[in-house]
């Protein structure tokens, strides 16, 4: 007891990562979000092949645009079964329940999210680059990537702990989401189009910088109030 005192931090990272290593093991042994998260991403990749022009200058000016609608569909639908998985097998309450600080839940299933979303566009990406011939090996790219994928997180775990409880969650989850994660997904696309036209990271460094300020400001808000969110 006096040495979890002593670390309460290690106490509050235990928590999360329990949490996180749950949800890490029931995806892979019923694969319920990431394969048809998967299946669709590929699809809408290669519908957009067949519509679009396949000049390299229009190529440039969509497929930005083209890659994170893809990216932000895919992970709604990853975002949509975060805490649906819990409420439709009991285990919402046994969480609840649970001797942990209520952002500490909130951490674990954020991770969760954050971590199905980049594997599910790792597996995009590589066909994204063939379909369009675009590069793939590009460090801004990969950067946008990963903090916009953690603003996606941030906002999608606590709304969608907000929705699961209504019987409309898979409408009233986009209704929330999309308003309030509109701006990384606008600097996102302006970050990568910037990076596919060749651009300095000076062109692009403010997208990247609202992005990273947004993750900041709604993790922080969001892990705050989560307790009041789950308790509604």
Known sequence: MDERRAHPGASWWSAVLAVLWKDLLLESRTREIVTPIVVFSLLVIVIFSFVLDPNPRMVEAVAPGALWVAFTFAGMLGLN????????????????????????????????????????????????????????????????????????????????????????????????????????????????????????????GNWIGLIAAFDVIFAVVAAATFEFIVSE
């Open 81 to 204: 079964r975060t805490f649906a998985l819990e409420k439709e097998r009991g285990g919402m309450e046994g969480l609840l329940l649970s001797p942990v600080g209520r952002d500490a839940l909130y951490a674990g299933k954020m991770l969760g999210a954050f971590l199905f979303m980049l594997l599910v566009e790792a597996i995009m990406l590589p066909a994204f680059s063939v379909v369009f011939n675009l590069p793939l090996l590009e460090p801004g790219l990969w950067l946008t990537i990963g903090l916009a994928t953690f603003g996606f997180a941030t906002v999608g775990a606590a709304f969608s702990a907000m929705a699961v409880n209504t019987r409309a969650r898979e409408i009233l989850l986009p209704v929330l989401f999309f308003p309030v994660a509109a701006p990384v997904i606008i600097a996102a696309a302006e970050a990568t189009r910037a990076i596919y036209a060749g651009d300095a990271f000076a062109d692009y």
